[in-house]
């Protein structure tokens, strides 16, 4: 009988806390009882506040201007609005990627083009840009997923060329580079979302909450005018026609003001993120040197001028059936789940072939909407996108890790070592196992939020 756990076995990684670093609570509480007792919880003129935009548009977002939100959804929203998105506009993005990077588009009337990953780096392929190229678009979203950077040269000359927006998603990404400069400050808008605490939330995590960021004077005062009624600054601010000739009101099409006490969770969180992202970095590559020889998984590649960081939702890897007797990628991940590794899965499907995209979908009742087929939405076909088909089911995850216990990485290793040296004894078990895992999530992708 296969000592695997998964069949029977003793785990080999056994260990009651998987990460021993902890926020400083009582930095959190200080300032949170701060804004507590002066009473300044939507107060966007607060020291604190403004000290936050500060710090955080120098270490973060690299660019000219930020402006904190509700959260990442609304920061994308307001992007897409700074760039000039509307009724009757395309936007390109990655099919890998999450439905709140580009679904605020849709809000603005516009509609989602699907386009192809690298298998590789599992980022934005900038060859199949010109297949999505329409006199329609307008913008292409980037997403730098899971602290990963895209191929944003490539990306920029393809936008100057044909006079596109970019709206740069780097949500998982806080800190990340390309070529020396702050991801988020290459395109026209970046967006960064701040949901969940730390460990485990996104890299700047403020309970919910987002930071849109540009260097471009109009963009800057479309997202002003769009979605911060009343900042306390406004009436200085607003300085570019038509937009001079609005009051402190703006525009009022939305409120996205965020709670001064997500701003000071979030100062906490800017303070240790820096020590966060250079422990992640270390630990993922002493476990990448304990598994290298492991020949059914690899790492994605990262670019020579990528600088990763942040690493929210995990480090992907990419894994090869082939090398395991076509073992699935579910079962090998449930295998090692069992051996008390975390082993992680995909997390996002391609959403070309996911409603409401697969199908189209009537926004208003009397069939309109952006996506609505009676209004001439084409749903993308599988064949479209080759390469994400192909990798997107065989992508796992290690998990980040701060502060493991002593001996974690290396029972990490083990634990995938020793399923992938006995994945014969799980081959008479596949098929029940990827079955009984592909009917759990048969209803959709993971329940994820930004």
């Known amino acids: 009988m296969s000592d695997l756990a998964l069949l029977g076995g003793e785990p080999v990684c056994s260990f009651e806390r998987r990460e021993l670093w902890e926020p400083d609570y009582e930095r959190e509480i200080e300032l949170c009882a701060r804004i507590i007792r002066e009473r300044a919880f939507s107060n966007t003129g607060h020291p604190l506040a403004v000290e936050f935009e500060e710090r955080f548009r120098e270490k973060v977002a690299g660019t000219r201007w930020v402006l904190p939100q509700c959260n990442g959804t609304s920061t994308l929203l307001a992007a897409y609005y700074a760039v000039g998105v509307g009724p009757g506009d395309e936007v390109i993005t990655p099919t890998y990627n999450w439905i709140c990077s580009f679904a605020p588009a849709t809000l603005l009337g516009a509609r989602p083009i699907f386009c192809d990953i690298e298998p590789d780096t599992l980022c934005l392929d900038p060859e199949d840009l010109p297949r999505c190229l329409s006199h329609r678009t307008r913008a292409i979203c980037v997403p730098h997923l899971f602290g990963a950077v895209c191929d944003m040269d490539r990306i920029m000359a393809f936008a100057h060329s044909h006079d596109l927006a970019v709206v740069e998603d780097c949500a998982h990404s806080h800190g990340a580079r390309w070529d020396g400069r702050l991801i988020g400050s290459i395109g026209d808008v970046g967006s960064f979302s701040m949901q969940g605490g730390s460990p485990g939330g996104k890299p700047v995590a403020a309970g919910e909450g987002g930071v849109v960021a540009t260097s471009d004077r109009r ?16 009436h200085e601010e607003l300085t570019i026609e038509p937009y001079s000739r609005l009051t402190q009101a703006g525009l009022s099409l939305s409120k ?86 975390s082993l992680a899965g995909r997390n996002y499907e391609g959403w070309h072939l996911w409603p409401p995209f697969s199908t189209g979908f009537p926004y208003w009742d009397d069939g309109r909407g952006p996506i609505s087929i009676e209004e001439g939405y084409r749903p993308p076909r599988r064949e479209e996108l080759p390469q994400a088909v192909e990798v997107i089911p065989r992508i796992l995850a290690l998990p980040t890790m701060i502060e493991p216990p002593e001996g974690y990485i290396e029972a990490f290793a083990g634990a995938i070592r020793k399923v992938a040296e006995r994945f014969e004894d799980l081959l008479p078990h596949d098929e029940r196992i990827s079955g009984e895992i592909q009917r759990r999530l048969a209803s959709g992708p993971p329940p994820l939020i930004r």
């Open 219 to 234: 963009c800057y005062e479309r997202i002003l005018a769009f979605g911060h009624l009343n900042r306390y600054n406004m």
């Open 256 to 341: 996205f003001r965020i709670s001064n006490l997500s701003i000071a969770i979030a100062t906490v969180a800017l303070e240790n993120l820096e020590y966060r992202n250079r422990r992640v970095q270390e630990n993922y590559d002493e476990l990448l040197g304990l598994i290298e020889d492991v020949e059914c998984l690899d790492p994605p590649r990262f670019y020579d001028r990528a600088e990763p960081a942040g690493y929210y939702g995990n480090m992907r890897m990419i894994y090869h059936p082939e090398v395991v007797g076509g073992l699935s990628a579910d079962t090998f991940k449930a295998a090692v789940n069992a051996e008390g590794a």
